[in-house]
């Protein structure tokens, strides 16, 4: 069996063999395991899923004269401006006053799209930061700094969705029909990064993915994570398992691969590519 090593020389060479999940579940259905693992060097995974646990910390750079902003809303979204002097996080499903089916997500995909956005800020005013109002508009060039820092995403397994009521519900997974008419779920299935590596051998602290169509970090073990505690014949948990942190810069990534949503009835939410 190669080494890590050995395959991580293989890529520096440029001589990896590298197929795609679909590629190999392909491929198994003519070879054996042992076949595979001596012929191919990596396998790419991906999803592409709304995923409300997600957001970005901005910092604005300072003022003239210098402000700390401890009210903020950019593109008419409220962030979180408990931190230093001009940082702030805006959280995906965090929604507009003046429009319920525009939120944080919105901003974010505005943002890496080089949109530009009002913003406006408030401070009371110390010594130190004498400035107590600001408003102007940004986009990602002139932000000091814009990244992408998801507490949760990327979940192993999910519940199935069914509706035993009278009555047509909204929920953060669509719209679920009564008497058990739908069923709805969330994976991507054989190519799901996380089923694909079901006990975590290959994904930890600081490995490299691919992150909205630019390269992120695993920061952490997700929110909500916890071992499996059921498992089918092939050791792939049945249950909501593992789920992975991450970050990365957002001033560099794609938003073909990143995309604001609104589902009726609930919220904003976050489509967001990983692999």
């Not at 490995?207 to 997700?222: D, P």
Request: proline fraction near 5%; aromatic fraction near 10%; include cysteine.
């Amino acid at each position: 069996m190669k080494t890590v090593e050995q395959i991580n020389e293989r890529i520096r060479r440029k001589e990896a063999v590298v197929l795609t999940a679909e590629e190999v579940v392909e491929l198994a259905r003519k070879k054996s395991p042992g076949e595979i693992a001596r012929e191919v060097d990596v396998v790419t995974t991906g999803t592409f899923s709304p995923m409300c646990s997600s957001g970005a910390f901005i910092n604005f750079g300072h003022t003239d004269p210098p402000m700390r902003m401890e009210e903020v809303t950019l593109g008419g979204v409220e962030l979180y401006a408990g931190l230093a002097a001009v940082d702030a996080y805006i959280g995906a499903t965090q929604e507009s006053k003046e429009d319920k089916t525009f939120g944080g997500a919105h901003v974010i995909e505005a943002l890496i799209r080089g949109d530009r956005l009002p913003l406006k800020a408030r401070g009371k005013g110390t010594d130190c930061y004498p400035r107590k109002e600001y408003e102007g508009y940004v986009q990602k060039k002139t932000l000091r700094d814009f990244f992408l820092f998801n507490p949760r995403n990327a979940y192993q397994n999910y519940a199935v969705a069914v509706n035993g009521s009278n009555r047509t519900i909204y929920t953060y997974m669509g719209k679920i029909l009564p008497g058990f008419a739908c069923a709805t779920y969330s994976t991507s299935g054989e190519i799901s990064p996380l089923l694909k590596d079901p006990k975590l051998r290959t994904i930890g602290l600081g490995t490299r993915i691919f992150l909205c169509g630019n390269e992120g970090y695993v920061a952490w073990r997700g929110t909500q994570f916890r071992p499996p505690t059921r498992t089918n014949a092939s050791g792939v948990p049945v249950d909501a398992a593992a789920t992975l942190s991450v970050v990365g810069d957002a001033k560099h990534m794609n938003p073909r691969y990143i995309r604001a949503a609104y589902f009726k009835n609930y919220g904003v939410t976050l489509f967001v590519g990983i692999g």
